[in-house]
């Protein structure tokens, strides 16, 4: 796996530098320059405009007491988008404006979600899974109160008075 990574982050950035220098050469340094710059400006609002929204539904699902998992993932993927439309490049430039798109990004969250909760039919709470419990987690819910039996409010112990 690291091998895999290690390979990524030095092929990634050399096949951008080709892109880069080829449509460089194709429409001119200035204009490349111009559209990196213009995605990454174009971008970074569309990331902050969508962030917003991200934000908004977490609160609403906190208000209703509901675990955020989805919007917080879909937020997560917004953070990629924005990382991939500031780095320069072409191809980081194509997979942050694909995670821009709220029905992909869902559908990556679910996915994501999925391999680590099973969600309930309503898709507010969480099923049994690793990190919850669900009906039968032994859990009974209800309300109590300690009532003191001496006059003076003093704790009692419960324990059976002995006259031994």
């Given at each position: 796996m690291a091998a895999r990574l290690l390979l990524l982050f030095i092929i990634a950035p050399i096949v951008e530098l080709y892109l880069l220098v080829k449509i460089g050469g194709i429409i001119g340094v200035i204009p490349t320059i111009a559209l990196v710059l213009l995605t990454a400006l174009i971008g970074s609002q569309l990331v902050r405009r969508q962030g917003l929204g991200v934000m908004n539904r977490i609160?609403?699902?906190?208000?209703?007491?509901?675990?955020?998992?989805?919007?917080?993932?879909?937020?997560?993927?917004?953070?990629?988008?924005?990382?991939?439309?500031?780095?320069?490049?072409?191809?980081?430039?194509?997979?942050?404006?694909?995670?821009?798109?709220?029905?992909?990004?869902?559908?990556?969250?679910?996915?994501?979600?999925?391999?680590?909760?099973?969600?309930?039919?309503?898709?507010?709470?969480f099923g049994r899974g690793p990190f919850g419990g669900g009906a039968d987690d032994g859990t009974i819910e209800g309300e109590y109160q300690r009532k003191s039996g001496r006059a003076d409010g003093a704790r009692h112990d419960n324990r059976l008075d002995r006259d031994d």
């Open positions: 609160r609403a699902a906190q208000a209703r007491g509901e675990a955020p998992a989805l919007p917080m993932l879909d937020g997560a993927a917004l953070l990629l988008a924005g990382f991939f439309l500031l780095t320069p490049g072409f191809i980081s430039d194509a997979l942050g404006f694909l995670l821009l798109i709220p029905q992909l990004r869902m559908r990556l969250a679910k996915n994501l979600l999925s391999r680590f909760v099973i969600l309930t039919p309503g898709g507010g709470g």
